[in-house]
């Protein structure tokens, strides 16, 4: 039971470079999330995915798209990466319990560092 | 949307001592509040959260305080030990599901 597994760990690109970032959950989550880490700003959510074949913006989403590719696996791409995307991202799922119940904390992988010069 | 503020960024206590961390959030709706430590290089990895029918939690040195009127809660920890140098963030579920964390805090433990 790996949990959440996120690749590559580490990339450096070159300005107006494009690339995926993959993410794969071994969980049965329904949902999915891809965050970025800067510091002093704590952890800013990307996009989301709530259920498989749904993708939502969060509150940075400009510069990026994703792919909810089925249950397990929610990617991230960068079309054309800019030096203001370099940063440390996380890939999440959780489940959602239902009635009050709501979701369960998330499971995070390990990150991506990404570097754009 | 939601909105969490997270108090103080940086902490520095004597090993033994406590730490409190605190965060407010805006939306009355929030039900869910997790905790993560996150060390460094490492992932977020939850350690305690609490729901709002409740108004404190613990789990041995750890403990999660919820004012649902003020909206705000707090970390504590007691009896700090080196190990638990990290930088901690809370967070807070809004109504569509989602986590929005705050800040983070930077927590140094000296021996």
């Known amino acids: 039971n790996a949990g959440v597994t996120q690749t590559p760990k580490f990339q450096v690109l070159k300005t107006g470079q494009s690339m995926t970032l993959q993410c794969a959950q071994d969980m049965n989550h329904n949902s999915m999330y891809w965050y970025r880490q800067d510091p002093g700003m704590g952890l800013r959510l990307i996009y989301y995915s709530a259920s498989e074949g749904t993708t939502d913006k969060g509150e940075v989403p400009n510069g990026y798209n994703v792919s909810r590719l089925n249950k397990r696996e929610f990617s991230l791409r960068l079309e054309s990466a800019a030096p203001s995307q370099t940063s440390v991202y996380f890939c999440?799922?959780?489940?959602?319990?239902?009635?009050?119940?709501?979701?369960?904390?998330?499971?995070f992988g390990s990150g991506t560092r990404l570097t754009v010069v | 949307g939601e909105n969490v503020e997270q108090h103080p960024s940086t902490l520095s206590v004597q090993e033994g001592d406590s730490a409190v961390i605190k965060c407010t959030y805006s939306d009355s709706a929030s039900n869910y509040f997790p905790w993560y430590k996150q060390e460094l290089g490492k992932r977020p990895q939850l350690i305690i959260d609490i729901r709002s029918n409740v108004g404190e939690k613990k789990d041995q040195r750890i403990a999660v305080t919820l004012n649902k009127t003020a909206k705000h809660f707090s970390l504590h920890i007691t009896e700090t030990q080196p190990e638990d140098s990290a930088v901690y963030f809370c967070a807070a579920k809004d109504r569509f599901q989602k986590l929005v964390f705050g800040t983070g805090t930077r927590l140094l433990v000296s021996p």
């Open positions: 999440a799922s959780s489940e959602v319990l239902g009635g009050q119940g709501g979701i369960y904390g998330y499971t």
